[in-house]
């Protein structure tokens, strides 16, 4: 079966950054929603469109193709009262949006005396990327995947 809307895609996978440094080793297949639901960067799931079980693929995607460029307007330095005693670098946490929408996520990336670095940016943003992969798996989708937009299952989201 070829990878078209409303397919469900299993990839076995790997990326890399443009030097060849390992990112993510695909450990768990990646499962998503083919046909614009955002399960997947949209030039990614472009070139995989029409591929079949067993066909390999491996593209570059540029920031702007994945998670976007650096934006230094994201990192802030706050006061360290502002944050519980147990902070320590790595940490996340989501800063609350306006009208009780979900918020940004930050990183806490130094703590010093009395304050605290945060960046709001992803910790790919501004890299380029080689996502290698093979189809492991197509499946039409059922009608409920397709109408909620995502799949369902031990791999999916299964919140209904």
Known sequence: MQIAKNTVVTLSYRVTDSDGNLIDDGGMPLIYLHGGYDGIFPLLEEALHGKDVG?????KLQPEDAFGDYDADLVAVEARGLFPDNIE???????AGEDGDDGELFTIT?????????????PLAG??????CTVADVRPATGEEVSHGHIHGPEGHQHH
């Open 89 to 95: 670098v790595g940490m996340q946490f989501e800063r």
């Open 127 to 132: 890299m380029a990327l080689i996502f290698s």
């Open 110 to 122: 130094d703590i010093a005396d009395d304050k605290v670095v945060v960046d709001g940016n992803h």
């Open 55 to 59: 066909d390999e693929l491996e593209i």
